[in-house]
């Protein structure tokens, strides 16, 4: 693969890494990616999003299925570094996805030992989030207190998560409160201690 191809396929990499920062990606529909991209990200209008869409779909890089996009799921991950922002020339003709091989494994020629073991677990699970069981009425009292929906709630606390990285839900819901000019005390009653 050729410098101009590999920066290419690296700035498609971050995009996607941006755009579907869960492991394994949440499916999106079409028109949730152009708002990310369009009004969240403002990197592109509505209807270059739209074509870009069409033509990272024509390359393997996004699947279409039921109606909703996700990536190919062998894309590497590839965080942008701070102020990074897609190039779109690159976008608009991308190249096609190739995944990267995989290394073949050596064999192990080290001895066994009988020692302690370390086992690296390589799974992403978190412990469960003390504050995970009050998202409900955080969402219902948010949105009694602002007006806004609650999908409106919801949608924004995952904007918010997308911008900020990993922050939990509960974390961005109080940002939303606190945007909305909500009573803050309110909101910690609500999340309560941790147990």
């Known amino acids: 693969m050729s410098s101009s191809m590999a920066n290419d396929a690296e700035d498609v990499e971050r995009l996607i890494h941006v755009t579907f920062p869960d ?4 499916p999106l529909s079409e028109q949730d990616l152009v708002r990310i991209w369009a009004l969240d990200m403002h990197w592109l209008s509505p209807e270059l999003s739209s074509e870009i869409i069409e033509s ?6 996004l699947i279409r299925s ?9 894309i590497s991950p590839n965080p942008p570094p701070l ?4 190039i779109v020339r690159r976008l608009k003709e991308p190249p096609s996805f190739i995944p990267k091989p995989l290394m073949a494994s050596k064999p192990n020629l080290k001895p066994k030992s009988d020692g302690p073991q370390i086992q690296l677990s390589t799974s ?5 989030d003390w504050a995970e069981t009050n998202i409900k009425p955080m969402i219902s009292w948010i949105s009694k207190e602002s007006g806004l929906t609650q999908k409106e709630v919801v949608r924004r606390a995952q904007r918010k998560r997308r911008a900020l990285g990993p922050v939990t839900l509960w974390f961005s819901l109080s940002l939303v409160a606190r945007e909305q000019g909500l009573e803050m005390s309110t909101i910690m009653e609500l999340i309560g201690e941790p147990n």
Do not use: F, M, N, V
Not at 23 to 26: E, H, N, R
Not at 68 to 74: I, V
Not at 124 to 128: G, I, N, Q, S
């Open 23 to 26: 492991s394994p990606a949440i």
């Open 83 to 86: 102020g990074w922002s897609p």
């Open 124 to 128: 992403h699970e978190y412990p469960p």
């Open 66 to 74: 039921k109606g909703l996009l996700s990536p190919d799921p062998r």
């Open 56 to 61: 990272l779909c024509q390359t393997g890089w």
